[in-house]
C-alpha cells in the first residue's frame, strides 16, 4: 500500500513561526457546554474560531504575495499544487544553496523539496537565526529556467533574510512557482517515489496561508 507522510507542522495556540509576526488565537467560539441548550439531550458540539496571520506553519506562497497582478490564492489552479511528482534535493551543510545542489536532478515539472535539516530547531529562538539555509538568486535562476513545478524547503525562509530584496520569491513567484515555507519530516522521503500535494483554502485576494502539506510514497 502507498505510504502518507505528513510534510506540516502542527498549528497550536500563541506559537511563533517567523520572528516578528504573531502567534495563532485559538479557541472556542461555542463550547460544548453552551452548545447543550440548543440540542437535544446528550448533543453537544464545539465550534472553533481562530485569528492568524496568513504566514503561520507550514504555509505556501502564491504569485500575489509578491506581485499585486499575481494569482492568489482563489486564483492558481489545483493542477500547479496537488499530485505533483515530486523530487528531494539533499542540500547538506551549505547555508547558501546554490544551483550545483540541483543540476543532477530532474526537476523539470516537479515539486522540488530541498531537505536542509533546518526543522530541527522549531519552535526555538534558533530556527528564525539569520544562520538558516536559504536559496542563492543563481539557484532559482536555474530552477526557473528549468522548470520546477513547485518550490519547497524545511527551512524559515527560502531566502536569505538578510537580502531585502528576497530574489529567491521574487524570481520563483515571477515565474508563477508557487513556494512552500516551513516543512518537516523531509527526511522520510530519501530514496523514494512520491507526489506532493500542498493545497490552502481558495481565497480572494490573498497571496499566503496554511497548508497540510503531505506526501504519498510509492512502492
Known amino acids: 500500500m502507498n505510504e502518507l507522510v505528513d510534510l506540516s507542522h502542527v498549528v497550536e495556540h500563541g506559537m511563533i513561526t517567523y520572528p516578528g509576526l504573531p502567534g495563532p488565537e485559538i479557541a472556542d ?25 496568513a504566514n503561520t506553519g507550514t504555509y505556501l506562497d502564491t504569485p500575489f504575495h509578491r506581485y499585486p497582478d499575481g494569482q ?30 540541483f543540476d543532477k536532478h ?17 519552535r526555538t529562538e534558533r530556527y528564525g537565526h539569520p544562520s538558516h539555509p536559504f536559496l542563492t538568486s543563481g539557484a532559482v535562476e536555474w530552477l526557473a529556467e528549468q522548470g520546477a513545478a513547485l518550490m519547497g524547503i524545511d527551512s ?14 521574487t ?15 523531509l527526511e522520510r522521503l530519501a530514496g523514494r517515489s512520491f507526489t506532493f500535494h500542498a493545497a490552502p483554502p481558495a481565497v480572494r485576494g490573498m497571496g ?10 510509492h512502492g
Open 106 to 122: 530532474e526537476v523539470r515539472g516537479r515539486a522540488v523539496l530541498v531537505h536542509t535539516g533546518w526543522d530541527r530547531h522549531w
Open 72 to 101: 492568489d490564492l482563489s486564483e492558481l489552479p489545483l493542477s500547479k499544487l496537488v499530485n505533483l511528482e515530486g523530487v528531494l534535493v539533499s542540500a547538506g551543510d551549505p547555508r547558501a544553496i546554490g544551483p550545483e545542489a
Open 171 to 185: 524570481k520563483l513567484l515571477a515565474a508563477g512557482i508557487p513556494v512552500v515555507e516551513h516543512l518537516t519530516g
Open 208 to 217: 499566503t496561508f496554511t497548508v497540510r502539506a503531505y506526501a504519498l510514497l
Open 29 to 53: 467560539h461555542v463550547t460544548r457546554e453552551s452548545s447543550r441548550g440548543t440540542y437535544a439531550p446528550g448533543t453537544e458540539f464545539q465550534i472553533g474560531r481562530i485569528g492568524m496571520v
Open 156 to 169: 524559515v525562509n527560502i531566502d536569505d533574510v538578510g537580502d531585502l530584496s528576497r530574489p529567491a520569491h
